[in-house]
Every structure is written in structure tokens, then in C-alpha cells.
């Protein structure tokens, strides 16, 4: 399974920005999709949850402001970031908790894509 993330870049405080994550493979369900980030000298964090069925979580920190959304036909789910702050600045992670098919067959396990960076200048 591949996890493809995009959408990250440069924007000023106050701007928003649209992050995506596709993923791909031998998929058999993905059962949460999530966003993660991690700055720089500190852990890695929950941004956003969402499972197949639509109920969402987020950092108290980006309520109000972040909206996560998910198309499952397609296993693509999305990070609408408004009002962005300098401390959102962080390589981004989409996360993905499902099944997948395996030579021994189905299988359960978490997939990683690879990051993309938000940066907000103040």
C-alpha cells in the first residue's frame, strides 16, 4: 500500500491551505484515515482522524480551523487548513489504518506516506 501526500507549501498567517492523500495498492479496506505532523524537535502529533464511516477527531489545537474529509470510493481523504498560524509549521503525514491484501493474505496494519511540509510565515 502507498500513501501519496500533496498539497503542502508556503502561506502567510491567516492564509489557508489544502493538503491530499491518496492512497494505492492492494487496498482491502481502510478503515481511518488521519493526518499527523511533526516540527522540528518535537513528536510527532495528531492533527485529524476520520473514519470510513465520516466521525472525525482533531487536536484541540486546529479545531475550528482544520476540516478533514474523506472520498472512500476513491481512498482519498483531505486537509482543509484555514487560518493558518506560524505554530501549524510542520512536515505533514498522512496515515492510513486498514486492511491489505498480503501473500498471506488479509491483513491489518497501519501505512505511512511520506511528508509535506507547511510552513506559515507570520
Known amino acids: 500500500v502507498q500513501l501519496q501526500a500533496s498539497g503542502g507549501g508556503l502561506v502567510q498567517a491567516g492564509g489557508s491551505l489544502r493538503l491530499s492523500c491518496a492512497a494505492s495498492?492492494?487496498?482491502?479496506?481502510?478503515?481511518?484515515m488521519g493526518w499527523y505532523r511533526q516540527a522540528p524537535g518535537k513528536q510527532r502529533e495528531l492533527v485529524a482522524v476520520?473514519?470510513?464511516?465520516?466521525?472525525?477527531n482533531y487536536a484541540d489545537s486546529v479545531k475550528g480551523r482544520f476540516t478533514i474529509s474523506a472520498d472512500n470510493d476513491k481512498n482519498t481523504w483531505y486537509l482543509l487548513m484555514n487560518s493558518l498560524k506560524p505554530e501549524d509549521t510542520a512536515v505533514y503525514h498522512c496515515?492510513?489504518?486498514?486492511?491489505?491484501?498480503?501473500?498471506?493474505?488479509?491483513?491489518?496494519?497501519?501505512?505511512w506516506g511520506q511528508g509535506t511540509q507547511v510552513t506559515v510565515s507570520s
Open positions: 496515515n492510513a489504518e486498514g486492511r491489505y491484501y498480503s501473500s498471506s493474505g488479509v491483513r491489518f496494519a497501519p501505512h
Open positions: 476520520i473514519t470510513s464511516g465520516g466521525t472525525t
Open positions: 495498492g492492494s487496498i482491502f479496506s481502510i478503515e481511518q
